[in-house]
């Protein structure tokens, strides 16, 4: 294939080239699931960083300017083009992820058709000014409105599992606010926010509105940090602590979707047939790497060798083969190569302390690209580090446990809250169970799919984050609460004013006997 400038995503923009050959400054994209080279792009640092900032803020006024009605036909306008456009999505996803296509499909293209349209249909009424009924005596016959200003620019910062959904999608609730954003895509996956960031200029967003820039996270990374006006970071909680340390440093709003260890519980009057496709599907979807991926399995006693024999016969009918198409197989290559560090070691780590790998568990040391076939795990307890760290990669640890106390007990043994399941048929037990689990959202019969739940707040508890991604939440954190009262009709001389003479001091103390002396003692 010949030199081609293939993408640039604004004037000022990073480069793409699909090439074999390099400009200075520029990094391979690598297809995981043959470990070859298939695009190079730009290495841009603090200069560029500090350009985007200067330009983003130039034109958010205008942006803002559109009104909510404005900015919605361009995110409509994206809908569309994702799904008249969604074969050429899932082929640039697959080509920098290894993932399978269906996973694709499923988790990115369905994903941003429904987040375009979301955040269009809803902005406005999330963030439309707010005519506030107060209480306060002081304020009676006053106007009091709080709105809901954009901040101005937002940095988005985003890992490598999933390019659109955890990266680009968080962008379309910011520009929806009235925001300009900068997105750093991950350093391995930098093709899809560069094909969207394209997409969106012809759907009509205005230049400079939303910038990709692609480099190093510890270069250009904490140069967008100290740029913006607020952070929007989804990775690993260890970069997730330095980026909130930053953010409280320089005083701007953060909000840190993290890492996770999501539980899965099996109790005895389970339907075990679909607790046994629900553990496997959620562990390996993704090639088990989702931060609410099943990363640990608690079977109560009773059933437990049942639901193992189910979940094992079911992974070795799994395929592990290259992402070539549709269909071509259901778990993918891992994305990077780091990955396949890390899975072998929690699965080596186990097996020398006494696991059993009942699926799959040695890897192809000669194959392309980086590999590990899907792994089930028994005699696992939380000595190990497949129980206890995020593996991020297609294991499935099992263990046995002797009844649901423990296991609530065992799932909460963890640094992370991010997602839990709960599988029982008698559905107040698990409402009850899912209430006592520390984790930002929990299923009952069910797992992973709650995060289509765009009305809903999704985000982590204790380390696995802080504020949340969806719901009301999910676009307010793009804006700055401003309250304005209104004062109309008023007295010259309100009676709290100066001068203190005694009499305001005893009618104030009646206003507050009158409004508040109805409190009980007990
Ligand atoms: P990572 O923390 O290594 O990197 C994430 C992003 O941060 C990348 O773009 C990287 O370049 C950038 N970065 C790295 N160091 C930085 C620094 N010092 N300053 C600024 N930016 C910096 O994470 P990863 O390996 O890309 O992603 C995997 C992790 O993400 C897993 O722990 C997973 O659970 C988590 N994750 C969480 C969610 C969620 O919604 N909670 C979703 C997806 C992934």
């Keep these: 294939m010949s030199t081609q400038e293939q993408a640039s995503a604004g004037a000022e923009g990073p480069a793409t080239t699909i090439a074999t050959a390099p400009k200075a400054e520029q990094k391979p994209v690598i ?69 399978a296509w269906e996973d694709a499909q499923m988790a990115e293209v369905m994903y941003a058709a429904a987040a375009f349209g979301h955040w269009a249909d809803h902005a406005e009424g999330l963030l439309a000014d707010e005519k506030i009924k107060v209480s306060s005596p002081l304020l009676k016959g006053k106007k009091v409105i709080t709105r809901h200003a954009p901040v101005g620019l937002v940095g988005v910062i985003a890992p490598w599992n999933y390019p659109f959904t955890n990266g680009f999608g968080d962008c379309i609730p910011a520009l929806m606010a009235g925001n300009s954003v900068l997105l750093k895509p991950a350093e391995k996956t930098p093709l899809t926010s560069l094909l969207m960031a394209r997409a969106l200029k012809e759907c009509g967003l205005p230049d400079g509105v939303m910038q ?27 970069v997730g602590r330095r980026i909130g340390a930053r953010a409280g440093e ?28 629900h553990a496997l599907f959620y562990g390996m979807f993704n090639t088990g790497q ?14 437990y060798d049942e639901f193992v024999a189910k979940v094992a016969k079911k992974a070795k009918a799994l395929r592990n083969e290259r992402p070539t198409g549709p269909g071509a197989t259901e778990v993918g290559a891992l994305t990077i190569e780091s990955q396949v560090a890390t899975v072998t070691e929690h699965v080596e780590d186990a097996r020398r302390k006494g696991a059993t790998i009942v699926a799959g568990g040695d890897p192809d040391p000669n194959r392309k690209g980086w590999w590990y076939p899907p792994t089930v795990l028994t005699d696992v307890d939380h000595s190990m580090e497949c129980m206890t760290e995020e593996t991020f990669g297609p294991t499935l640890p099992i ?22 399941s709960v599988f029982t048929k008698d559905i107040a037990k698990g409402e009850q169970i899912a209430r006592r689990i520390e984790a930002g959202s929990v299923h009952v019969n069910d797992a992973l799919i709650g995060y289509t739940a765009l009305e809903a707040p999704m985000g982590g508890w204790k380390d696995s984050g802080l504020g949340a991604r969806h719901g009301a939440a999910g676009i307010r954190k793009y804006a700055r609460a401003q309250t304005i009262v209104i004062s109309k009709y008023h007295l010259k001389k309100e009676p709290q004013v100066y001068p203190y003479n005694g009499r305001s001091f ?17």
């Design 290 to 303: 989702t931060c609410i991926s099943v990363e640990r399995v608690y079977v109560e006693a009773p059933v």
């Design 506 to 522: 005893r009618l104030l103390g009646r206003v507050a006997r009158f409004f508040y002396g109805r409190g009980t003692r007990d």
């Design 399 to 420: 263990m046995k446990v002797a009844d649901t106390e423990e296991a609530i007990r065992l799932a909460n043994d963890s640094p992370y809250g991010l997602m839990a």
């Design 250 to 277: 320089r005083l701007i709003p953060c909000s840190l979707e993290l890492g996770g260890k999501d539980a899965f519980i099996v109790c005895a009057d389970a339907d075990l047939e679909r607790a046994a496709n």
């Design 31 to 99: 297809d995981p699931a043959t470990g070859e080279t298939i695009a190079w792009v730009d290495e841009l640092g603090a200069e560029a960083a500090a350009r985007a900032a200067a330009r983003g803020r130039a034109v958010q006024p205008a942006w803002e300017a559109l009104g909510f009605e404005g900015r919605a036909r361009v995110m409509r306008r994206a809908q569309k083009w994702v799904t008249e456009h969604s074969d050429e999505l899932v082929a640039t996803i697959v080509s920098e992820t290894g993932k």
């Design 212 to 238: 990709v820039l692609t480099g190093r996270g510890s270069v250009l990374g904490e140069a967008i940090l100290d740029v913006v006006d607020m952070i929007m970071f989804t990775g690993s909680t260890a």
